[in-house]
């Protein structure tokens, strides 16, 4: 993994609020808060796994990167410029070096279309030309997807979900993008595909040197491909840190809990392993708890998480948490020892 002195894609502060308006006057009566103040940074040739449970705010996160919407608040810098207002004149050329994978490869690609329609359109909008023709420059990206180049006249109905997939990730790779926003995409095939289209992933971000920017629910893909994972929480990261120590280290509640619930093939590695149940659901990003927004959920929380909003901190060189009592975190030689916890709710042995 290659590293440069300022980050590919930087993000700060990030903000989406959807707003609530009600009566024939539109007034607004509240906000849906689906991300709410997002910091991190990805560095050229690196992957970075975003994961959460369903609605909390990865998606959204995803579009406002690549400017689909438009955010509420915040800064999104590609390559050290401000792109969080710039026009969609302006935005146009920048296109190229940023690309989406999206999550359904049945609803986004145009069944009226040809494959050869469909790769060959960033050529189109972009006015770019190539030396062999379009068609020639089509059936080559199709070729490095593990498709047949005779495919170029043939019709998405025709193709299974994997290899729709890799239609859409052929168009996302037409002109050479430097970004990949990748948005759950494994998460609709099968799962002897899945480790396909991830494998076809790596290969691809070796080859091009490509950076990408994985949103995903399934801890297991996201472990294989990334080398960062920034964990969400109703549309705030709690967690961000290498993968290695993630995994084998992670010091937010939330974090546990999720990977509690991984399964792991193993019965004698998962023999002493506790599984974490979470009592109730996600809370509404219409109204989310003041300060900890997990503190409803969490079974270490104290009075201090309902009033006072963590901030994300370094705990570990590269680990940064937002809780303010985390797990596993090295303890300072003069800190006064920890007040007692109470136990996980519903813990299981499994």
């Known amino acids: 993994m290659s590293e440069t002195p300022e980050p590919l894609l930087s993000v700060e502060g990030l903000e989406k609020h959807f707003p609530i308006t009600k009566g024939l006057i539109k007034r607004q009566v509240g906000a849906v808060k689906a991300v709410d103040g997002l910091t991190f940074d990805v560095r050229k040739g690196e992957t970075l796994g975003l994961v959460g449970e369903s609605g909390c705010g990865k998606t959204t996160t995803g579009r406002l990167i690549t400017r689909l919407l438009e955010p509420t608040g915040g800064t999104v810098r590609f390559?050290?410029?401000?792109?969080?207002?710039?026009?969609?004149?302006?935005?146009?050329?920048?296109?190229?070096?940023?690309?989406?994978i999206f999550q359904d490869p049945y609803s986004s690609l145009n069944p009226r279309h040809t494959v050869g329609a469909i790769v060959g359109a960033p050529f189109r909008i972009q006015g770019v030309k190539t030396e062999q023709g379009t068609k020639k420059a089509v059936q080559e990206i199709l070729e490095l997807v593990g498709l047949n180049p005779e495919h170029y006249n043939r019709y998405p109905h025709e193709f299974s979900g994997g290899q729709r997939q890799r239609i859409g990730i052929a168009r996302t790779l037409a002109l050479k993008p430097k970004l990949i926003i990748a948005d759950e995409p494994v998460s609709a095939l099968d799962v002897s595909i899945q480790a396909q289209v991830v494998n076809l992933l790596e290969d691809l971000q070796n080859e091009l040197d490509l950076t990408y920017v994985v949103i995903a629910h399934d801890l297991s893909v996201?472990?294989?491909?990334?080398?960062?994972?920034?964990?969400?929480?109703?549309?705030?990261?709690?967690?961000?840190?290498?993968?290695?120590?993630?995994?084998?280290?992670?010091?937010?509640?939330?974090?546990?809990?999720?990977?509690?619930a991984v399964p792991i093939p193993d019965v004698k590695a998962r023999g002493g392993r506790d599984r974490i149940r979470l009592q109730g659901d996600v809370p509404s990003p219409l109204n989310p708890p003041p300060a900890c927004r997990f503190h409803t959920r969490c079974w270490k929380a104290q009075e201090v998480c309902k009033t006072v909003e963590p901030p994300l901190v370094a705990l570990a060189p590269g680990h940064q948490v937002a809780c303010h009592f985390p797990e596993n975190a090295p303890a300072p030689a003069d800190a006064a020892p920890e007040a007692a916890v109470p136990a996980a709710p519903g813990a299981a042995t499994e």
Do not use: F, N
Request: aromatic share 4%; glycine share 6%; charged share 25%.
């Open 79 to 100: 390559e050290g410029h401000d792109i969080t207002h710039m026009s969609q004149g302006a935005l146009r050329p920048l296109r190229r070096d940023m690309q989406m």
């Open 222 to 260: 996201v472990r294989h491909i990334s080398d960062r994972v920034a964990v969400m929480y109703l549309g705030k990261i709690v967690e961000i840190a290498d993968r290695k120590g993630l995994y084998e280290r992670p010091m937010h509640p939330y974090t546990t809990a999720l990977l509690s």
